[in-house]
């Protein structure tokens, strides 16, 4: 499938519209690390949030305060979340039980 041709104005506003998105994860993942904000708020924010639903798990339970590499991907296989999924992708079961290890 071939992408359609954007018009150079079509085009900053797209660039403009994803730099947003990479700052405002980038600004929730400090937030969460410091533990200002919980995985069941962040979660609940996700619902209304294209930029926040479009983060990957992964990367969301990276930010979390005392999860390194080895927990994420323990605690992705035994929740059965792929590592490529994104929060938005969540079913309610997985995202329950993430919230019941994290809060």
């Known amino acids: 499938m071939a ?4 018009t150079p104005e079509q085009r900053a506003a797209a660039l403009e519209k994803a730099a947003a998105a990479r700052l405002r ?8 690390k ?3 904000l919980s995985l069941s708020r962040f979660l609940a924010d996700a619902q209304d949030d294209k ?12 930010s ?4 390194g ?9 035994e929740v ?4 490529t999924r994104r929060v938005r992708g969540l079913g309610s ?7 019941r290890r994290f809060g």
């Open 34 to 36: 410091s533990g200002r």
């Open 64 to 67: 979390l305060p005392r999860v």
């Open 25 to 32: 994860r980038a600004e929730v993942k400090s937030v969460l």
């Open 80 to 83: 059965g979340i792929a590592p």
């Open 3 to 6: 992408f359609p041709e954007l």
């Open 51 to 62: 930029a926040l639903g479009r983060m990957k798990v992964r990367t969301l339970l990276l």
């Open 69 to 77: 590499e080895t927990t994420a991907d323990t605690v992705l296989e």
């Open 93 to 99: 079961q997985q995202r329950a039980e993430l919230i």
